[in-house]
C-alpha cells in the first residue's frame, strides 16, 4: 500500500494524489494538490472549493481541469455542503451535477456520500480535514466521509461503512479504506475540551491518539489514527487501511492548509467515480 502524487495533467502540470490499493479497473479517485489552476491568491491555484470565497468561474473551471484529467466529466459531480455533521446521504443519477456549478444547490447538511451509480463523481473538499474513502470492490460502491475533528469523534467513517452494509450489502472485511492528506499529529495541537472528547469517545486509545511533540506546547491528536481505529472497530482489516500519512501543514506547498497558510485558502478536493461494469 502506498500513497504518492502523479503529474496526471501534463500541459498544466495538475498533480493528484493516489492510493496503490484502489483498484483502478474498479473506481477512479484521486486528491487534488495545489498546482495547476486558474485561481488567483490566496487561492492558487486549484482551488476546488466554491465556498472560500475564490471567484466561482475559477473554480469550476479548475474543477473541469482536474476531473477531465482524471477523465471523468466534472458537469456531473455531486458535492455536498459539509457542516463537520454526521449526515450520510446515498446519491445516484438523479443527484448527477448537485453543487457543481452553485454551492447553494450541493447536497445540504451532509458530510458523507456514497452511490453505486458507475460514473458518477463523488467530490468532498479540505483544507487539514481528513478525506475518508471506501470502496467496496464486489458489490461495486464507492465513499468518502469529511473526518475534521468534530466529525471523527462522532465516527463518521464508522457510519459510513455501516451505511454501506444496510445500502449495497457491503461487509466490512471486503471493504478498502483510505485516508487521505490532512492535518498531522506533528502539526496538531488541539485545546483541552478536543483532548476530553477524543478521550470519551475513544477510551483506551490515549497512546495512539495523543502526543506532545514540543516541550512546552500542548496536545497533538492524530485525526489519522482515530480513523484508523473505527475502520478497525467496524470490522474493516487492518491491510485494507491505506494512509497517505501525508501532513497537509508540512506540505503545504503542495495541498491547501488552512492552519499552515492562515485561515484564508483554497480546497483540495477527494474524488471518486465508480467505473462501468
Ligand atoms: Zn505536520
Redesign the pocket.
Known amino acids: 500500500m502506498s500513497f504518492s502524487l502523479i503529474e496526471i495533467d501534463p500541459v498544466y502540470h495538475v498533480y493528484s494524489g493516489q492510493f496503490s490499493s484502489f483498484p483502478e479497473e474498479i473506481a477512479v479517485h484521486g486528491l487534488s494538490c495545489r498546482r495547476g489552476g486558474v485561481s488567483e491568491a490566496p487561492w492558487a491555484s486549484l482551488d476546488l472549493g466554491l465556498h472560500v470565497g475564490d471567484d466561482p468561474a475559477a473554480v469550476i473551471a479548475n474543477r473541469r481541469r482536474y476531473l477531465a484529467a482524471l477523465g471523468l466529466d466534472a458537469s456531473q459531480l455531486v458535492t455536498p455542503e459539509q457542516v463537520h455533521g454526521e449526515a450520510i446521504a446515498r446519491v445516484g443519477s438523479r443527484e448527477a451535477g448537485r453543487g457543481a456549478l452553485l454551492y447553494a444547490d450541493s447536497i445540504a447538511q451532509t458530510d458523507a456520500l456514497i452511490t453505486d451509480e458507475p460514473g458518477l463523481p463523488l467530490l468532498l473538499c479540505f483544507a487539514d480535514c481528513t478525506p475518508i474513502l471506501f470502496l467496496d470492490p464486489v458489490h461495486r460502491a464507492v465513499g468518502i466521509a469529511h473526518g475534521g475533528w468534530k466529525g471523527t469523534v462522532r465516527r463518521i467513517a464508522a457510519k459510513t461503512v455501516l451505511r454501506m452494509q444496510q445500502e449495497f450489502g457491503t461487509r466490512p472485511e471486503e471493504l478498502l479504506a483510505a485516508i487521505g492528506p490532512s492535518?498531522?499529529p506533528?502539526?496538531y495541537e488541539v485545546g483541552p475540551e478536543v483532548e476530553r472528547q477524543f478521550k470519551e469517545a475513544f477510551p483506551g486509545h490515549e497512546a495512539e491518539l495523543f502526543s506532545h511533540p514540543d516541550e512546552e506546547g500542548g496536545t497533538h491528536l492524530s485525526l489519522w489514527a482515530a480513523n484508523r481505529l473505527q475502520f478497525e472497530e467496524a470490522g474493516v482489516l487492518p491491510e485494507h487501511i491505506d494512509e497517505a500519512r501525508c501532513?497537509t501543514?508540512?506540505h503545504h506547498e503542495d495541498f491547501f492548509s488552512y492552519r499552515a497558510d492562515g485561515g484564508r485558502t483554497g480546497r483540495l478536493g477527494a474524488v471518486i467515480a465508480l467505473r462501468p461494469a
Open positions: 492535518i498531522g506533528c502539526c501532513c501543514a508540512c
